[in-house]
């Protein structure tokens, strides 16, 4: 059985307790690799590491740092194929999509901020000829960089790379429920000649590993991609030791359908944003909010195309949408539709788990599901569910879709289908959230700030914001 390694000072090594945990294939139910189970003191040992490490990356010139992560993202790229059946094999997600989305978005997020570095530029202020303020910007030391299950490799390169460009050094915590393509991460680092204690990456549970590494007081700075409550708790225990933290967490995001839709777009958009990666997408389309006036067409619609999706073998091209990423998130979704029916709701297709005949008997599938019936101010309508499940709410009039649209307590994503320019911009003028899509969903612009209001978050990552959060800045002020 494969057993994962922690990467620390450039090395592979085993956990100092010499425990693992299990790790499972989610399309087959059964434990494939095992996974250090890291405490406090492999997290002391990869900060130590990495604070040594600061001293000379800090100081590289920018040119190198930026060639030296180049030549990264080219390795990434000579190991695409392994990383994209290790993503699927780990997470339960189709290799189609691992193939289109999450592995090439890997050495594009490290190529996008190596590039960044070396076009960044600082302010200046000048008081009238008077006196003339210039502002440096410094990195702060080691970045504790703590990514989910969902888009593994994807949201880990997110983090260290502009933690890694901007000159601080990094200890990775990646999520214990799929943690091989960090692994595969590290062989690559070392390939790759990163220097040594630059990159660590720590395995483990989120309490015993996760915890001291956002706790440690050589920690100033936590980028954050999980779930809320878990953000939640960060947030409380890191406030009082003033660390720069930035939290980007769950999300219940709208998609509003205007009867004068482009209706063919509409539909297959929404489907695409309800059943990507089995929902599993803080991005994710989960309310879909339908103009009285076109609804039961839109219904009609929605059902057919969902019934020609195929869930299955996650290696087979043919399939749309693979396994839930573990049994308990399963079975979280399966209880989510049992309550969505006894609130009055009608589940218009799927519902249930699919069981595929063979070796993938026991893995975690779940049909595309569809349900309306609901109030739009119900637990199902208000709390994240983070699977293949979408809900439909007819509306009447701009106003009360706003409404409805802004209830929940998150503010992540929305999208808005409309052939009314003026229309689309007044709505998505008005929705609470932190990306606003118009006729498209998931069209991501590495440079846009990227984030959520409420509590679907905590500041903006992404391009320059990205290398802002990331620095520190100083001002010096000269009299002249
Ligand atoms: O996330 P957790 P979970 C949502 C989704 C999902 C829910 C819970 O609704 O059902 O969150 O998922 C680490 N200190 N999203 O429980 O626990 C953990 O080890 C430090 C949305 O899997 O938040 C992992 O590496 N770290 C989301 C990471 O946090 C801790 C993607 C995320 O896991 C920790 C995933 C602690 N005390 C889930 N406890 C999105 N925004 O895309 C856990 N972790």
Redesign the pocket.
Known sequence: MDKILNYIDGKLVEPISGNYLDNYNPSTGKVYSLIPDSDKLDVNIAIQAAKTAFVSWSKTPKQERSNILMKLADTIEKYSDDLIKAESKDNGKPESLAARVDIPRAPANIRFFAGAILHDSSQIHDMDGMALNYTLRKPLGVAAC?????LPLYLLTWKIAPALASGNTVVA?????TPMTAYLLSKICIEAGLPKGVLNIVHG???KT??P??MHKDTPIIS????TI?GK??ATVTAPMFKKVSL???GKNPNIIFADADFDKAVSTASRAAFTNQGQI?LCGSRLFVEETIYERFKKALIAKTSKLTVGDPKDPSTNLGAVVSKD?ME?ILTKIKLAENLGGKVLIGGKRKIIEGNLKHGYFIEPTVIEGLSFDCDINQE?I?GPVVTLIPFKTEEEVIEMANSTKYGLAASIFTENISKGHRVAASIDSGVVWINTWLLRDLRIPFGGMKQSGVGREGGFKSLDFFTEPKNVCIKI
Not at 146 to 150: A, C, V
């Open positions: 703590i990514s989910p299950w969902n915590k990646p999520s214990e429920v549970l989120g309490a996760g915890d590494l956002t954050f991609t999980g779930g878990t708790h960060i980007e967490l769950g803080c998130h979280k994240e983070f």
